[in-house]
């Protein structure tokens, strides 16, 4: 491909925002550097860092005179994407978190693509990976161009959720894509009262309405942004009341998806949205306190009931913590296919090999993931070893085919 060194052509800001991730900004400031398109504006945003980020900010600014290092008080993601929209000058923005990192050509081909094709928005590709072992993510919708009616057609009605639990259309994150200013700009700059820092649904706030009211997106099968998945920063995740986040925002987060056709059913895909969201970040919110059954997100079970947990994701960090803190049941193992990687990268609890819990004894073994592909092939793993059938423990069915209900008990 063509390599573009004119300057001429149209410049694209990209928005950094950076919070006490010192042992990693620098591989992320250099894959932007690096990018073979070459008008471009790194905006840094350093939100109230106490580590080294600062100075490796102003290193950066210094050393490129593309680069801008912008300081300011913590605020939180949505804060500093606001700060990185107001200093930006492109016509076109891109979004990468400061503990990530990009392929060198990302941008490049993004925008050959939105101007090859006159769309608003360029889709791409988001690799998983741990530094030793990358997983792709899968894309649901045909790699091309949607816009107008096709786009209505086709990806509005499963733009959120794609119909397989719980799997997104087109995950609603602003890293891994490119904005027109235009597109994006506005819906960056809002302000939700009920929920001023955004730290829940930042992404859902602005990626989904401006894809929404857009109507104009090409989708890209290469994945060329690497998000980096680490036990450190999953483990100290501080806790929300997220039921009380969507219950102060909900009405809000339906409103700003007002732009979708009346067809697309997307007060539905919003339920499940919020459904999983509870799942991922707050399994404890379907129990009752001194209730006999509890886990209930997983079919329910006597109290001081012997479990595993199988996987060390959001989901599984988050059920381990719930599990250990607040649950009346003993956690056996916590499992993950991974488990070699994760260690030494956290003090909090070992993580083990799933061939391991052969010589456990235990009641049940908790499938911690939200997409029901990735579950069904955990259940076979553990039926391989010898697990009987009856003791792995999933999301029900009843609680999956009716998300309404669950909606309401937070809203009313």
């Not at 161009?145 to 995950?171: A, H």
């Not at 006999?292 to 079970?301: A, I, Q």
């Not at 250990?324 to 030494?344: C, F, H, K």
């Not at 070893?385 to 009716?402: A, C, F, M, S, T």
């Amino acid at each position: 491909m063509k390599r573009f060194e004119d300057m001429s052509a149209p410049l694209i800001s990209i928005i950094v925002p950076i919070y006490r991730i010192e042992h990693y900004l620098c591989k992320c400031v250099e894959s932007l550097i690096n990018q073979t398109y070459k008008n471009i504006e790194i905006i840094l945003i350093n939100d109230g860092s106490d580590d080294r980020c600062p100075e490796i900010c102003d290193h950066y600014a210094s050393k490129d005179k593309r680069v801008k290092a912008i300081h300011k008080e913590n605020g939180g993601l949505h804060s500093a994407r606001q700060a990185g929209m107001m200093a930006a000058k492109g016509a076109y923005i891109g979004y990468v978190d400061g503990d990530d990192w990009v392929a060198p050509e990302m941008y490049e081909k993004m925008i050959k693509y939105a101007q090859e094709n006159d769309v608003d928005i360029v889709v791409g590709g988001i690799v998983d990976s741990d530094g030793n072992n990358d997983s792709l993510r899968k894309i649901f919708f045909e790699e091309g161009k949607y816009n107008d009616d096709c786009f209505v057609d086709q990806i509005e009605p499963r733009i959120l959720y794609s119909g397989s639990f719980f799997e997104w259309g087109i995950v609603p994150s602003l890293c891994g894509k490119l904005f027109k200013r235009e597109c994006v700009e506005g819906f960056q700059m809002f302000d939700d009262p009920a929920n001023p820092k955004q730290f829940l649904v930042n992404d859902i706030m602005v990626a989904l309405p401006a894809m929404l009211k857009a109507k104009s997106i090409y989708i890209m099968h290469e994945h060329l942004y690497y998000y980096r998945t680490r036990m450190d920063g999953s483990l100290k995740r501080a806790k929300y009341d997220v039921a009380g986040i969507i219950k102060g925002s909900y009405y809000t987060w339906l409103n700003e998806c007002c732009y979708a056709s009346p067809e697309s059913g997307i007060e539905r895909q919003m339920q499940f949205f919020v459904l999983s969201t509870l799942i991922k970040k707050q399994p404890g919110f379907f129990d009752q306190i001194n209730a006999d059954s509890v886990l209930n997100v997983y079919g329910g079970m006597k109290r001081r009931s012997r479990v595993v947990v199988y996987g060390a994701g959001l989901v599984g960090v988050n059920l381990v913590r719930y599990i250990l803190e607040e649950s009346p049941t003993e956690l056996v193992a916590w499992i993950d296919r991974n488990y070699q990687q994760m260690e030494g990268e956290n003090s909090w609890i070992h993580i083990e090999s799933p061939d391991s819990i052969t010589k456990k004894e235990f009641d049940y073994v908790l499938l911690a993931i939200a997409s029901s592909r990735t579950a069904e092939a955990m259940r076979l793993k553990m039926l391989q070893i010898g697990v009987d059938d009856n003791k792995i423990r999933w999301i029900p069915k009843e609680l999956i085919e009716n998300p309404q209900r669950i909606l309401d008990a937070i809203l009313n």
